[in-house]
């Protein structure tokens, strides 16, 4: 059974950090693209980041640029997102996103609230 699950999100004020966790089960994870995506109140998803299958090559939305960085490590089956300096506008839920050809796979997310 596919799994996967976020954590580490909460509140934090406004330049602090989190570390959000991805824990996959039911796949083999080394062959799959990874991404963060997030959902703010009213807004559409977005992709925040992602990490390639293959050799690693990382991408980051404008807004997150220098602040975010994703990790994958195969062998324990985890994905990361380390968010330092944080804003108010990246309050949202943060979902974790596996996909390889046709197989697209979604955790249920964590939410993230930027706020003094």
């Known amino acids: 059974q596919v799994q996967l699950a976020e954590s580490g999100g909460g509140l934090v004020q406004p330049g602090g950090s989190l570390r959000l966790s991805c824990t996959t089960s039911?796949?083999?994870?080394?062959?799959?693209?990874i991404g963060w995506f997030r959902q703010a109140p009213g807004k559409g998803r977005e992709a925040v980041s992602c990490?390639?299958?293959?050799?690693?090559?990382?991408y980051y939305t404008d807004s997150v640029q220098g602040r975010f960085t994703i990790a994958r490590d195969n062998v324990k089956q985890m994905v990361y997102l380390q968010m330092n300096n944080l804003k108010p506008e990246d309050t949202a839920v943060y979902y974790c996103?596996?996909?390889?050809?046709?197989?697209?796979?979604w955790g249920q997310g964590t939410q993230v609230t930027v706020s003094s």
């Open positions: 990490i390639n299958n293959d050799d690693g090559g990382t």
């Open positions: 996103n596996a996909a390889y050809g046709p197989y697209d796979y």
């Open positions: 039911g796949f083999n994870l080394r062959y799959y693209v």
